[in-house]
C-alpha cells in the first residue's frame, strides 16, 4: 500500500513559479510509477506529467502539452518524493494538484490505484 501527500501550493502571479511535492510512505515507492493531475471547478481531472519508476539503466517522463516546456517532474527515491517544478505559470493552471502512484506509468486518471488529497496552486492575473 501506498499513502500520498502533496505539498507546496499556494498563490502566485502570472510568471511566477511553484514547487510542488509528493511524498509516498512505504518501502516499494522506486517500484511505483508516478503521475501528476488536476482538477479545477467544474471540469474534469486531466494529466499533467508522470515519471515511470526508477531501473538501473534509465527513466522517461511525459507530460501533457499545456504544460510542456514549462513544468518538470522529477523523482528522489531516497526520500520517497516527486516534485513538480512549474515555471511560467499561467491563470489557467490554477487547480488543486494531485499526485498519484501506479506500477505502471499512464496518462489515464482510472488507471492509478493510490492518491493524495491535493493542494491548491491559485495564479492571478
Known amino acids: 500500500q501506498v499513502q500520498l501527500v502533496e505539498s507546496g501550493g499556494g498563490l502566485v502571479q502570472a510568471g511566477g513559479s511553484l514547487r510542488l511535492s509528493c511524498t509516498a510512505s512505504?518501502?516499494?515507492?522506486?517500484?511505483?510509477?508516478m503521475g501528476w493531475f488536476r482538477q479545477a471547478p467544474g471540469k474534469e481531472r486531466e494529466f499533467v506529467a508522470a515519471?515511470?519508476?526508477?531501473?538501473?539503466?534509465?527513466?522517461?517522463?511525459y507530460y501533457a502539452d499545456s504544460v510542456k516546456g514549462r513544468f518538470t517532474i522529477s523523482r528522489d527515491n531516497a526520500k520517497n518524493t516527486v516534485y513538480l517544478q512549474m515555471d511560467s505559470l499561467k491563470p489557467e493552471d490554477t487547480a488543486v494538484y494531485y499526485c498519484?502512484?501506479?506500477?505502471?506509468?499512464?496518462?489515464?486518471?482510472?488507471?492509478?490505484?493510490?492518491w493524495g488529497q491535493g493542494t491548491q496552486v491559485t495564479v492571478s492575473s
Open positions: 498519484a502512484a501506479d506500477r505502471q506509468v499512464s496518462r489515464r486518471v482510472g488507471s492509478y490505484d493510490y
Open positions: 512505504g518501502r516499494t515507492f522506486s517500484s511505483y510509477a
Open positions: 515519471i515511470t519508476a526508477i531501473t538501473w539503466s534509465d527513466f522517461s517522463t
